[in-house]
């Protein structure tokens, strides 16, 4: 029933940035927290950044200080703003609900490279 779509990944230079977005569908997105999650090829998803339905933001230290996670309730919407971009950062974006999970959405890439 509920749907997730991440969108803003692309291309960009080692310094870049990006801001990506993930709109939910079918869901009362006002009382769950939201994570946006990231896979390298060959690794595991792990999660990098968290809010709470009180907006409380929480981000994972090998991000700290260059990527915020935010949400708009009247969107649906989370966002990532992404700074100071590595090539370890190169990586399938996702978002999910943290407490429910639902299936995931395709993603957005996000591909750090000079």
């Known amino acids: 029933q509920a749907q997730l779509v991440e969108s803003g990944g692309g291309l960009v230079q080692p310094g870049g940035s990006l801001r990506l977005s993930c709109k939910v569908y079918?869901?009362?997105?006002?009382?769950?927290?939201m994570g946006w999650y990231r896979q390298a090829p060959g690794q595991q998803r792990d999660l990098v950044a968290s809010i709470t339905a009180g907006n409380y933001p929480s981000v994972v230290d090998s991000v700290k200080g260059r990527f915020a996670i935010s949400r708009d309730n009247s969107e649906s919407a989370v966002y990532l703003v992404m700074t100071d971009l590595r090539p370890e950062d190169t990586a399938l974006y996702y978002c999910?609900?943290?407490?429910?999970?639902?299936?995931w959405g395709r993603g957005t890439q996000v591909t750090v490279s000079a």
């Open positions: 079918g869901r009362d997105f006002r009382a769950v927290s």
């Open positions: 999910n609900d943290l407490t429910y999970g639902l299936p």
